[in-house]
């Protein structure tokens, strides 16, 4: 029955090693069964995941399903590559043990999953963070995402709040209807009015015809008030009344027009401060803040940062069909040392920039942003420093500090270790 299907099917033992690959998996991969069979499963797909994160291997060790995983087959001896989504189930005896892994994957088309074709349907997994403080908003989220509660979504700029609000609609029971945003910084106060609740026709001079606003749009669904600490005094009040009665005049009607809409609100500002300065109204903030999620910034997660690029590599190497599997350790420890001060946002250009300019399968430190590179470059040094220092005064104790010797040691000059140790101001007490 596997032999029929389109998924590429095959089964590992506890080793690795393939034991069963269909028709399917052929196609995909470019290699025959007769290839394939007890072969150790990474020679095989070579794809971008095998070095750090094994989906088979995973499954039989956590004995848990991964699912929804994406990432790039070499084909052809590096001719050609393909971009695969794939799953892989841990197998169990009859004694209950594990005894082995199933992996499915398909093909997809280069770019065929890039942000704008994912962004209509959102799971939590796009959201990517395993960190206690990520688990903390899946925890709430997951209760009240289903409900028509308004949630007030606070966190610093590139911290994912969009994202966020996307996944609420989209495991909400109006996922099937509009999300609507409103980015309350980026209209002008004047338009702002007639973009969020419309107008009628002879509201203004040039208003011929009727236009609904964005709640209107959003009827039945979501709307998203990104950024509504911008939104000016004189439509907080407006707002406030669709927030309690469900119910607005559009500019220029004389009658209200009722909506059925869930309220989500963002701001990268303590909502509570500007009501402090009375830049925000305060009854209006209570209404917003039914439930509230701090969205954190990277630095305040920094764990989730080598997941991360992880699963922002794969799925460049998805879109652009390449093969970037590895980071230098340079490359590494720049990355995983710099504050991103603008959250994933940034983290996301800077790989981006770095996949444009790696043309094998290793993104080196040259492959990163200059300004980065120098600022981190720079930051790190003193660490570096302190780590030669350290081994120097271990390899010079294991000889009792006869340089002749520890130069030896080191394939060095016993001149050239003397200036070593003179520049970091190592000397024995």
Request: proline share 4%.
């Amino acid at each position: 029955m596997l032999e029929a299907v389109s998924l590429g099917v095959l089964t590992v033992d506890p080793s690795g090693v393939i034991t069963y690959f269909n028709r399917a998996a052929e196609q995909i991969t470019g290699v025959s069964r007769d290839q394939a069979l007890g072969r150790a499963c990474a020679e095989v797909l070579k794809s971008t995941l095998c070095d750090e994160y094994c989906p088979v291997r995973r499954a039989m060790d956590s004995g848990e399903d991964q699912l929804g995983l994406e990432a790039v087959f070499i084909r052809q001896e590096g001719r050609s590559v393909v971009p695969v989504r794939l799953c892989a189930s841990p197998l169990h005896d009859a004694a209950g043990q594990v005894c082995g892994a199933v992996e499915t994957f398909q093909g997809l088309h280069l770019g065929s999953h890039s942000e704008e074709d994912r962004k209509d349907m959102r799971t939590w997994e796009d959201f990517i963070g395993d960190s206690p403080q990520v688990a903390r908003i899946f925890d709430t989220l997951k209760v009240v995402a289903p409900s028509k509660v308004t949630l007030l979504l606070e966190g610093s700029t590139g911290t994912g709040k969009d994202l966020l609000a996307q996944i609420i609609h989209s495991n909400s029971p109006r996922a099937d209807k509009p999300l609507i945003k409103v980015n309350c910084a980026a209209l002008p106060e004047n338009l702002l009015e007639s973009e969020m609740f419309g107008y009628s026709r002879g509201a203004f001079t040039g208003a011929d015809r009727d236009k609904p606003g964005r709640f209107q749009l959003a009827d039945g669904g979501t709307i998203f008030l990104d950024e509504i600490s911008e939104l000016p005094l004189s439509l907080q009040a407006k707002l406030l009344r669709v927030l309690e009665d469900q119910e607005f005049f559009p500019l220029g009607a004389r009658q209200t027009t009722r909506v059925d809409v869930r309220i989500l609100a963002a701001c990268n500002k303590p909502l509570d401060r500007q009501v402090e300065r009375g830049l925000f109204r305060e009854d209006l903030y209570y209404r917003l803040n039914v439930i509230k999620i701090n969205v954190p910034g990277l630095r305040e997660r920094r764990e989730d940062i080598p997941l991360l690029i992880r699963r922002l590599i794969q799925r460049k190497n998805v879109e652009n069909g390449t093969y970037i599997c590895r980071f230098s350790p340079e490359a590494l420890d720049i990355l995983l040392n710099y504050d991103y001060p603008g959250n994933v946002r940034e983290l996301q250009n800077i790989l981006e920039h770095a996949c444009l300019l790696c043309r094998g399968d290793v993104i080196r430190a040259h492959h990163l942003p200059h300004d980065l590179l120098g600022g981190a470059l720079a930051s790190a040094k003193p660490m570096v420093e302190q780590q030669e220092k350290d081994k120097l005064v271990e390899l010079l104790a294991r000889h009792d500090w006869n340089q002749t010797a520890a130069a030896r040691e080191l394939g060095v000059d016993r001149t050239t270790l003397w200036r070593r140790l003179k520049r970091l101001g190592v000397s024995r007490t």
